[in-house]
């Protein structure tokens, strides 16, 4: 199982930005990807999730700003609309087990649901 996030980039408030997370190894058919971020002193937050059924999740810091989508083949986006400068973090997608979007609804997105990261990719969004 291999993740890779790229995408990154330094971009002014209010601006977008599109990661990507090539997965390898495993059948997205099959499983979750989650979209994690970890700014500086602050713990990693789930900041999106897409189960193997598209349905999808996201908690009310980015709702409306933020959209994961499966591309087609192995990679899952995540589109960064009207970004702030409390976006700031290094973004992580991880794969967990195939939990429908009503489960992190509940749940919300943990680290503990997810088994494999991969590397991040750092987003900084300037004032």
């Known amino acids: 199982v291999q993740l890779q996030a790229s995408g990154g980039g330094l971009v002014q408030a209010g601006g977008s930005l599109r990661l990507s997370c090539e997965a390898s190894?495993?059948?997205?058919?099959?499983?979750?990807i989650g979209w994690f971020r970890q700014a500086p002193g602050k713990e990693r937050e789930g900041i999106a999730v897409?189960?193997?059924?598209?349905?999808t999740y996201y908690p009310p810091s980015v709702k409306g700003r933020f959209t994961v989508s499966r591309d087609g083949g192995h990679t899952v986006s995540l589109q960064m609309n009207t970004l702030e400068p409390e976006d700031t973090a290094i973004y992580y997608c991880?794969?967990?087990?195939?939990?429908?979007?009503?489960?992190?609804?509940?749940?919300?997105?943990?680290?503990?649901?997810?088994?494999?990261w991969g590397q991040g990719t750092l987003v900084t969004v300037s004032s």
């Open positions: 991880a794969t967990g087990i195939n939990l429908k979007a009503a489960y992190y609804r509940d749940a919300g997105i943990k680290v503990s649901q997810f088994t494999s």
């Open positions: 190894g495993f059948d997205l058919d099959y499983h979750a």
């Open positions: 897409i189960a193997s059924d598209r349905s």
